[in-house]
């Protein structure tokens, strides 16, 4: 009787074991599953942000955009000079470590000011390889009185991948840096008709 209560003690054991094992490999593979199909989607995500939403292309890749969008580039340009332009009246002014509020019409006697501040940096992302301002979403410019005066902009793909710091030098120079000023994208000293 003894042997027959361990065998069946045994036997429910083993079936336990065997029963927590089995749903264990089965969560198993369902995260392993759930976890292949979030890294497909990703990279899927990723191939298409690489394409079409990042303003700036890769130097090494060629780039189609350029000649499809050729005859839209002054609408291109347009639209997101009207977007980037929105009419702002203030504007934030820093110096050394202080920082006010000025309305732009005590800026308007600087060569760029926040009028034409725009139209440097979306003239300068244009005439980058692989650039289309269109393709970009600007934030609100902000003064540094430092030197002769200098303007920065902070920008963002309109895809929500990839962050830009526009600084644009009263000598129409712009310099263009890839996140928060982590490298420089471009440089280019920029001309307005």
Same mark, same amino acid.
């Given at each position: 009787?003894?042997?027959?209560?361990?065998?069946?003690?045994?036997?429910?054991?083993?079936?336990?074991?065997?029963?927590?094992?089995?749903?264990?490999?089965?969560?198993?593979?369902?995260?392993?599953?759930?976890?292949?199909?979030?890294?497909?989607?990703?990279?899927?995500?990723?191939?298409?942000?690489?394409?079409?939403?990042?303003?700036?292309?890769?130097?090494?890749?060629?780039?189609?955009?350029?000649?499809?969008?050729? %005859? &839209?580039?002054?609408?291109?340009?347009?639209? @997101?000079?009207?977007?980037?332009? +929105? $009419?702002?009246? /203030?504007?934030?002014?820093?110096?050394?470590?202080?920082?006010?509020?000025?309305?732009?019409?005590?800026?308007?006697?600087?060569?760029?000011?926040?009028?034409?501040?725009?139209?440097?940096?979306?003239?300068?992302?244009?005439?980058?390889?692989?650039?289309?301002?269109?393709?970009?979403?600007?934030?609100?410019?902000?003064?540094?009185?430092?030197?002769?005066?200098?303007?920065?902009?902070?920008? %963002? &793909?309109?895809?929500?991948?990839?962050?830009? @710091?526009?600084?644009?030098?009263? +000598? $129409?120079?712009? /310099?263009?840096?890839?996140?928060?000023?982590?490298?420089?994208?471009?440089?280019?000293?920029?001309?307005?008709?």
């Amino acid at each position: 009787m003894k042997k027959l209560l361990i065998i069946i003690t045994t036997i429910a054991v083993l079936g336990i074991l065997a029963s927590v094992g089995f749903f264990g490999y089965n969560k198993y593979q369902e995260v392993e599953l759930e976890k292949d199909e979030l890294n497909a989607q990703q990279k899927d995500k990723s191939n298409d942000n690489d394409n079409e939403g990042s303003g700036f292309s890769n130097p090494a890749e060629p780039t189609a955009k350029a000649s499809e969008t050729g %005859n &839209n580039t002054e609408e291109n340009q347009d639209n @997101t000079q009207q977007q980037a332009n +929105d $009419g702002s009246e /203030t504007v934030e002014v820093s110096a050394g470590g202080t920082h006010r509020t000025v309305n732009k019409s005590e800026l308007a006697h600087f060569r760029i000011n926040r009028d034409n501040v725009f139209d440097y940096v979306i003239a300068a992302v244009n005439q980058t390889e692989g650039g289309d301002a269109s393709l970009i979403k600007f934030q609100q410019p902000t003064f540094n009185e430092q030197g002769d005066g200098i303007w920065k902009i902070a920008a %963002n &793909n309109k895809s929500g991948v990839g962050a830009y @710091t526009f600084i644009v030098d009263q +000598d $129409g120079t712009v /310099t263009i840096y890839n996140g928060t000023m982590d490298e420089v994208i471009d440089k280019q000293k920029v001309t307005l008709n």
